[in-house]
């Protein structure tokens, strides 16, 4: 039984070294058919949204973040703490569960399992601040706030396709 610990410990050894030599990124990893369907999925949850007059167009959950800018540069750990904070707070909530198109989820799993095999810091982003003020917003305004970030995961659907095309 320990030789069989051993020899998978070994083989996993061999692969993660493997694959740290290749440098998989997550422009690698994160594939455009996925990012394409989650779009598409997206589009259709945000299509079957009622329409709330109650919350103001101004109001953003989203933090301010840029692809291409010197300020507010965002990457992809923070693509990962978001979609991670949209897991937690948006799509796990009943009114969205009932919405949500089929495989949605399972799309998403997929995005955060990927997300977190090519993100490699340990520390939080530097935007950390940004990203739980995000979290309390939509935690603060319940139901309403989820359906309202719904039509926001564009955006990061968005940040996620420039950073896969534009950068290494």
Same mark, same amino acid.
């Given at each position: ?5 051993? @020899? ?26 996925? /990012? ?35 300020? =507010? ?5 923070? /693509? ?15 009114? /969205? ?5 089929? =495989? ?8 955060? =399992?990927? @997300?977190? =095999? ?41 940040? /996620? ?8």
């Amino acid at each position: 039984m320990s030789a069989l610990l051993l @020899l998978i410990s070994i083989v996993a050894s061999i692969v993660a070294t493997a694959t740290s030599e290749e440098g998989l990124t997550c422009r690698q990893e994160i594939h455009t058919e996925l /990012i394409r369907e989650l779009w598409n999925r997206t589009k259709q949850l945000i299509n079957t949204l009622p329409t709330e007059e109650s919350f103001s167009r101004r109001l953003r959950f989203l933090p301010k973040f840029c692809t291409k800018c010197s300020e =507010h540069t965002i990457g992809w750990l923070e /693509i990962q703490e978001m979609t991670d904070v949209y897991q937690k707070s948006v799509f796990s909530r009943d009114v /969205i569960q009932e919405l949500l198109p089929l =495989h949605y989820n399972d799309l998403m799993l997929r995005l955060q =399992h990927r @997300l977190q =095999h090519c993100v490699s810091s340990s520390k939080p982003s530097k935007y950390l601040k940004d990203i739980k003020k995000m979290e309390r917003k939509i935690k603060k305004t319940r139901d309403k706030g989820a359906l309202k970030a719904v039509g926001e995961f564009i955006f990061i659907l968005r940040w /996620i396709d420039e950073l896969a095309r534009h950068h290494m």
